[in-house]
């Protein structure tokens, strides 16, 4: 069963304000919702049914407060199996190719439920699992999030015990912090799959979007969207983000983004790997991480078969995503970084969503 220690609202004077109400029940397990509102008056929703990110809002330059992320207000409409807004991602986020690997000679089978390929952790992947949920005081709060994924749940070998904090800050920064321990060797690539739209209106695409990324490279990928094991510089190509230009600008010729960015940051480091801009609501967001890649995603799958809690149609382009992790299939691509966690190591990674106005 899920359970929520210190629970209690955060409501010191002065400090960042974190509370939680009832979300409903999946499974016969209690679900919360939690609230972050920092002194601006800005607030984030994170719910601990799948980790998902279920709101941002904030002010735009017109001084209109607005949601930045893809969200509902409601359990049900993640029941009914949105594709991953705002969730957390895992064991393996992306794809990995025919749902297998290999670890020390023995061969493990995943659910192919991308095609013939494996997608974010298979059928019941951590975006959708009750993670145990606990407040942890300070000046800002955070929300730890803990779940314990069984050897052979979704195939992957190992009991893989989870840990997954968010802190929200004054100055509007949104830090996911992840860390995990195995049993068993396994592979693991966790991230966070929010969809954004800074103009808070899914109905102005993010094709008007401006976005940089300090990534000389990229990696191509087949039609399955599985890598064909090359990296390829961006120069010369649509993929060439490293001087910011808008979304749109070559999206046809790139046949839609969906593709995984070779950073050049490896450290962490104040500069950002990644910054989004829109001149509507004069929104910036930055992006900073220890991940030697970053997937980025312009929406090319979205459809209109999903709604708003407003009722608008989410379409093609309605939102982006902009996600921090390692390369898809690398359990089997040895040329890229590892992601085999094996006993007695430790998982860490730290990412962080800066949202201001420029």
Same mark, same amino acid.
């Given at each position: 069963m899920s359970t929520l220690e210190n629970p209690s609202s955060q409501n010191q004077p002065g400090n960042i304000n974190l509370n939680k109400e009832n979300f409903g029940e999946v499974d016969n397990q209690q679900t919360y919702l939690f609230t972050f509102t920092n002194r601006k008056g800005d607030r &984030?929703? @994170?719910t601990n049914y799948g980790g998902i990110v279920t709101e941002w809002i904030s002010l735009d330059k017109n001084g209109k407060k607005s949601n930045i992320v893809i969200g509902y207000k409601n359990l049900d409409s993640y029941l009914a199996e949105p594709p991953y807004f705002g969730a957390l991602i895992g064991r393996f986020a992306n794809r990995i190719a025919k749902g297998k690997f290999q670890i020390e000679g023995q061969i493990y089978s995943l659910p192919t439920n991308n095609g013939e390929n494996h =997608? #974010? +952790?298979g059928n019941k992947g951590f975006d959708k699992v009750v993670w145990d949920a606990k407040i942890i005081e300070g000046d800002p709060p955070t929300l730890l999030l803990s779940y314990l994924s069984k050897d052979a749940e979704e195939g992957y070998p190992g009991n893989l015990q989870v840990k997954v904090s968010y802190t929200f800050t004054d100055d509007n920064e949104l830090e996911i912090e992840y860390n995990a321990e195995t049993d068993k060797a396994t592979p693991i690539n966790l991230t966070n799959h929010s969809y954004f *739209?800074?103009? +808070?209106? &899914?109905? *102005? =695409? @993010? =094709? *008007? #979007?401006?976005l940089m990324i300090d990534a000389d490279n990229y990696i191509p990928v087949d039609s399955n969207l599985i890598p064909t094991g090359e990296i390829k510089s961006v120069i010369g190509t649509p993929f060439d983000f490293k001087t910011p230009d808008k979304i749109g600008t070559r999206i046809k010729e790139? +046949? +839609?983004?969906?593709? *995984?960015y070779v950073l050049n940051q490896k450290d962490n480091s104040d500069k950002p790997i990644? @910054?989004?801009t829109d001149d509507i609501s004069g929104r910036k967001l930055e992006v900073f991480t220890d991940q030697p890649g970053m997937q980025f995603y312009s929406g090319n799958m979205l459809n209109g078969a999903f709604k708003t809690d407003e009722g608008q149609a989410i379409k093609q382009y309605a939102a982006l995503c902009l996600e921090t992790q390692h390369f898809p299939n690398s359990p089997n691509e040895p040329r890229f970084p590892s992601v085999i966690l094996h006993p007695k190591d430790k998982y860490h990674t730290v990412t962080k969503y800066k949202l201001s106005l420029h």
């Amino acid at each position: 069963m899920s359970t929520l220690e210190n629970p209690s609202s955060q409501n010191q004077p002065g400090n960042i304000n974190l509370n939680k109400e009832n979300f409903g029940e999946v499974d016969n397990q209690q679900t919360y919702l939690f609230t972050f509102t920092n002194r601006k008056g800005d607030r &984030v929703k @994170i719910t601990n049914y799948g980790g998902i990110v279920t709101e941002w809002i904030s002010l735009d330059k017109n001084g209109k407060k607005s949601n930045i992320v893809i969200g509902y207000k409601n359990l049900d409409s993640y029941l009914a199996e949105p594709p991953y807004f705002g969730a957390l991602i895992g064991r393996f986020a992306n794809r990995i190719a025919k749902g297998k690997f290999q670890i020390e000679g023995q061969i493990y089978s995943l659910p192919t439920n991308n095609g013939e390929n494996h =997608l #974010h +952790g298979g059928n019941k992947g951590f975006d959708k699992v009750v993670w145990d949920a606990k407040i942890i005081e300070g000046d800002p709060p955070t929300l730890l999030l803990s779940y314990l994924s069984k050897d052979a749940e979704e195939g992957y070998p190992g009991n893989l015990q989870v840990k997954v904090s968010y802190t929200f800050t004054d100055d509007n920064e949104l830090e996911i912090e992840y860390n995990a321990e195995t049993d068993k060797a396994t592979p693991i690539n966790l991230t966070n799959h929010s969809y954004f *739209n800074l103009t +808070g209106d &899914v109905s *102005n =695409l @993010i =094709l *008007n #979007h401006t976005l940089m990324i300090d990534a000389d490279n990229y990696i191509p990928v087949d039609s399955n969207l599985i890598p064909t094991g090359e990296i390829k510089s961006v120069i010369g190509t649509p993929f060439d983000f490293k001087t910011p230009d808008k979304i749109g600008t070559r999206i046809k010729e790139a +046949g +839609g983004y969906d593709h *995984n960015y070779v950073l050049n940051q490896k450290d962490n480091s104040d500069k950002p790997i990644a @910054i989004l801009t829109d001149d509507i609501s004069g929104r910036k967001l930055e992006v900073f991480t220890d991940q030697p890649g970053m997937q980025f995603y312009s929406g090319n799958m979205l459809n209109g078969a999903f709604k708003t809690d407003e009722g608008q149609a989410i379409k093609q382009y309605a939102a982006l995503c902009l996600e921090t992790q390692h390369f898809p299939n690398s359990p089997n691509e040895p040329r890229f970084p590892s992601v085999i966690l094996h006993p007695k190591d430790k998982y860490h990674t730290v990412t962080k969503y800066k949202l201001s106005l420029h």
